[in-house]
């Protein structure tokens, strides 16, 4: 390889690395979290949604655990967002019942074989009968232009941690 050559993929490499590094936005998401509860109860399973207000702000998501609790990634994650960006926010929370696929069942218990379960599957075929789970939350609560919900994020870590009571 000659010198120039080398040099070029050099500087190339360097420019991807500092493009790389130098991109993170890490700094300016701020770390979300809460806890949610309906009707007092903590609400396990459920997802919640952070839509901006403002069109430069970035939407984020996340689920909560057996406590109700939860923690905000924002959707672009990818870049570095372990938060949200500070501002005001909608917030959506919806939980759906967990349908059960009784072949898959089957297969999960050790009762049928995994080609047994293909086999169930084909014969179903592309229309099978799907069940449509039922929204377990209250509906307002479903859609950012219905949920009475709002988080505003700050700079302030203290401030960042919301409680929703979700009632119906």
């Known amino acids: ?20 590094g130098c991109g993170s936005k890490d700094k300016d998401h701020r770390k979300v979290s809460g806890t949610v509860t309906m009707n007092g109860a903590p609400l396990e399973g459920a997802t919640l949604t952070f ?10 998501g996340g689920k909560t655990g057996a406590d109700g609790t939860f923690t905000i990634t924002s959707s672009r994650a990818s870049e570095g967002g372990t938060g949200l960006l500070p501002g005001e926010y909608r917030v959506t929370v919806t939980k759906f019942e967990e349908t059960k696929d009784p072949d898959q069942e089957a297969y999960d218990k050790g009762e049928i074989t995994y080609d047994e379960l293909q086999e169930r599957k084909a014969k179903a075929g592309a229309y099978a009968k799907v069940e449509v789970p039922e929204l377990l939350t209250p509906p307002k ?16 870590p203290k401030q960042n941690v919301f409680e929703f009571n979700l009632d119906e």
């Open 51 to 60: 839509y901006p207000k403002e069109p430069s702000g970035d939407s984020g």
């Open 141 to 156: 609560y479903q859609r950012d232009d219905t949920t009475p919900l709002t988080a505003t994020v700050t700079d302030d």
């Open 1 to 20: 390889m000659t010198r120039a050559k080398l040099f070029i993929v050099a500087f190339l490499t360097l420019g991807v690395l500092c493009f790389v």
